[in-house]
Nanobody, 124 residues
C-alpha cells in the first residue's frame, strides 16, 4: 500500500491550495482518510478526516471554516481544500488511512498507512 500526497507549495497568506491523497494497492472504501500536519519543531497534529463510506467529516478547530476535506469515489482520492491560508499553517502535510472510531479519529495511532508528506509554506 502506498499513499501519495501532493499539491503542496508556496503561497501567500490569504491564498489557497488543494492537497490530494491517492492510494495504490488500497481502495479507501471502509476506511477513514485523515490529514495531519507537522510544523518545524512541533508535534504532528490532526487537521481533518473523512469516513469514506458515510462521508462524515472532522476538522480541527484551528482550520474549521477554512479547510475542507472531501473525497472522489471514482478517483479513489481524498482532497484537502485549504483557503484563507495563514503563516501558521506552514507545515508538512501527511495523509493517512485507518479505521478509527469517532472518538479516536484525531489520534495518529488510529491510522496505519501514511503518505510521505507534502510541504506547504505560507508567506506573510
Amino acid at each position: 500500500v502506498q499513499l501519495q500526497a501532493s499539491g503542496g507549495g508556496l503561497v501567500q497568506a490569504g491564498g489557497s491550495l488543494r492537497l490530494s491523497c491517492a492510494a495504490s494497492g488500497l481502495t479507501f472504501s471502509g476506511y477513514t482518510v485523515g490529514w495531519f500536519r507537522q510544523a518545524p519543531g512541533k508535534e504532528r497534529e490532526f487537521v481533518a478526516g473523512i469516513r469514506w463510506s458515510g462521508g462524515n467529516t472532522y476538522h480541527a478547530d484551528s482550520v474549521k471554516g477554512r479547510f475542507t476535506i472531501a473525497r472522489d469515489y471514482a478517483k479513489n482520492t481524498a482532497y484537502l481544500q485549504m483557503n484563507s491560508l495563514k503563516p501558521e499553517d506552514t507545515a508538512d502535510y501527511y495523509c493517512a488511512v485507518g479505521r478509527p472510531i469517532a472518538s479516536t479519529v484525531r489520534a495518529q495511532g488510529s491510522y496505519y498507512y501514511w503518505g510521505q508528506g507534502t510541504q506547504v509554506t505560507v508567506s506573510s
